[in-house]
Nanobody
Framework: QVQLVESGGGLVQPGGSLRLSCTAS????????MGWYRQVPGKQRELVAA???????NYADSVKGRFTISRDNAQKTVYLQMNSLKPEDTAVYYC?????????WGQGTQVTVSS
């Protein structure tokens, strides 16, 4: 059974930081492209950041320079370090594992940026 379990969300003030974690089980983690997406009510889910098997990264323009994605294949975990958070970063953040036509999703973790 495949599981992606996110943690680390919560309430933070503008300018603050959070680190999200996503631990996978049931998949050969090292063979998957891992990504973080986010979604707000009424809008489509959008890619925030992704990291390939080789460690190459890709970021949405809105988070470049503030967010960092990383992975630990031994721990089957992908991280999203979020700094200088803004109210517009408020969303449910989802972990994704992708390999060819296979797509797995976590249950999501809420991030709220508010004073």
């Amino acid at each position: 059974q495949v599981q992606l379990v996110e943690s680390g969300g919560g309430l933070v003030q503008p300018g603050g930081s959070l680190r999200l974690s996503c631990t996978a089980s049931g998949i050969a983690f090292g063979f998957y492209v891992m990504g973080w997406y986010r979604q707000v009510p009424g809008k489509q889910r959008e890619l925030v950041a992704a990291i390939t098997i080789a460690g190459a990264t890709n970021y949405a323009d809105s988070v470049k320079g503030r967010f960092t994605i990383s992975r630990d294949n031994a721990q089957k975990t992908v991280y999203l370090q979020m700094n200088s958070l803004k109210p517009e970063d408020t969303a449910v953040y989802y972990c994704n594992a992708k390999r060819q036509l296979i797509d797995y999703w976590g249950q999501g973790t809420q991030v709220t940026v508010s004073s």
